[in-house]
Each structure stands twice: as C-alpha cells, then as structure tokens.
C-alpha cells in the first residue's frame, strides 16, 4: 500500500485565492511527521512545513498551513492568497519515528498552476 | 536552514561511461544521506541511504554494482553511475538532515540535483 497519496496531479488557482492540495498516509506508528515540499522547475526541494503527529494544532508557516486531520489520516496543504511564483510540484512526505535516520516517503506530487 | 550542495548540477556522457555526482553538507555534519532518483514530472524515488563509514542500505530493486555510493566524510556522499546507459538518464537528488536543533523537525536538506543525459 502507497505511504503517501497525493490525488491531484494538477491543479489551478487564480492568483490571490486560497487552493488546498490534499495528502493521506497510511501508517500504524504513532509517531510520526508529515512534511510539505515545493519544487519548481529548477528542481530544487523547498522545504514549506511540518506536523507532527503529537502536534494538536495545526502548522502554519506565513501563507501555508496545514490541515491535519489524523482519524482520516489526512495532511493538505492550504496556500492562501496565491502568487504567480507559488507554481510548482509540491510533494507530501512522511517519515515514521523521530530517528534521525528514517527514511522519507513521498507522495507522487501536484503540479500547481497560478493563473494571473 | 542547512546548506547541502551537489555537484555536478547537470552532466552529458557517452553511454558506457561512469559519472560521479558529489553530496556535500556545507554548514553541517551528516552521519546520514539519502540518494533519490526522479523522473520527469514523477516522485522522488529512494535508491539509498548512505551512513558515513559503512556500507550504503540499497532499497529494494537498485543495483548496488551500478550505483555505487561511498560516505567517506561527515559532509561528503558520492554516487557512482558505473557504465551509464541512456536508461540511467535522470534527475539525481541527494538530501542530509541537520539534527535538532537547528533543525526543528528532523527535516530534509536536499541538494539542488543533477541532472544526467546519457547519449
């Protein structure tokens, strides 16, 4: 079974709206981190947010935030106010444990559109 | 955040041909680095991961005699395409974590990646 599922390959938001790219995971640990990264066309893995399992709140990092629903096992990504540079493959990671040296796993990416 | 850098950032070969791709923490030590493979427009995919003074953990279905990788320093990984073919064309991305606490989350540092063509 996928770790990570990311079911949009594709989205557009008209600039300055809010989008939502959503994430779900399947994992029996109880510890655990979700991670948000963006990737534009140069190719580079930004790193945007975190939530950890044991977090109660949300994260938020200026315009991102997350929606962390952990009964449905769910962790989208919310981008208010959207900007041209916002466009990019963004990819939703999970890493199981809190050792150092586990590995990531990631979803197959959205690949967001910011019309003008 | 943590600075890793990767070079070469993109290189062309012959098919038959080995390359060398460089990982380096910058403004940290590394006992753990991770190689990833992506496709155009498709995930990262883990090859390996790669521990400073022993041998590399290959995930299941890579090659370790092709893909050679050595983590001889804290803040060096390379990984060695052995007599590359233009199905190893690809985007290669090395990523290193900088334990807490500069780095909150045990997050992900990656490098900028390095993009192979094999002719």
């Known amino acids: 079974a996928q770790k990570i599922t990311q079911t949009q390959p594709g989205m557009f938001v008209q600039e300055k709206e809010a989008v939502t790219l959503d994430c779900t995971y399947d994992?029996?640990?109880?510890?655990?981190?979700l991670f948000w990264y963006k990737q534009p066309s140069s190719g580079e893995m930004i790193f945007l947010i975190y939530?950890?399992?044991?977090?109660?709140q949300n994260a938020t990092e200026g315009r991102y935030s997350l929606n962390f629903q952990k009964a449905r096992k769910s962790a989208n990504l919310v981008i208010s106010a959207s900007q041209l540079g916002d466009s990019a493959m963004y990819f939703c990671?999970?890493?199981?444990?809190?050792?150092?040296?586990?590995?990531?796993?990631f979803g197959t990416g959205t690949s967001l559109t910011v019309i003008p | 955040g943590a600075v890793v850098s990767q070079h070469p950032s993109r290189v062309i070969c012959k098919s038959g041909t080995s390359v060398k791709i460089e990982c380096r923490s910058l403004?940290?030590?590394?006992?753990?680095m991770f190689w990833y493979r992506q496709f155009p427009k498709q995930s990262l995919m883990l090859m390996a991961t790669?521990?400073?003074?022993?041998?590399?953990?290959?995930e299941q279905g890579v090659e370790k005699d092709k893909f050679l990788i050595n983590h001889a320093s804290l803040t060096l990984s390379t990984l060695t395409v052995t007599s590359a073919h233009p199905e190893d064309s690809s985007f290669y991305i090395c990523?290193?974590?900088?334990?807490?606490?500069?780095?909150?989350?045990?997050?992900?540092?990656f490098g900028p990646g390095t993009r192979l063509t094999v002719l």
């Open positions: 990523s290193a974590r900088d334990p807490p606490p500069r780095s909150s989350y045990n997050e992900q540092f």
């Open positions: 990671a999970m890493r199981e444990g809190m050792s150092t040296g586990n590995q990531f796993y």
């Open positions: 403004d940290f030590q590394a006992t753990t």
């Open positions: 994992t029996s640990d109880q510890s655990y981190g």
């Open positions: 939530q950890g399992s044991y977090d109660e």
């Open positions: 790669s521990n400073e003074g022993s041998k590399a953990t290959y």
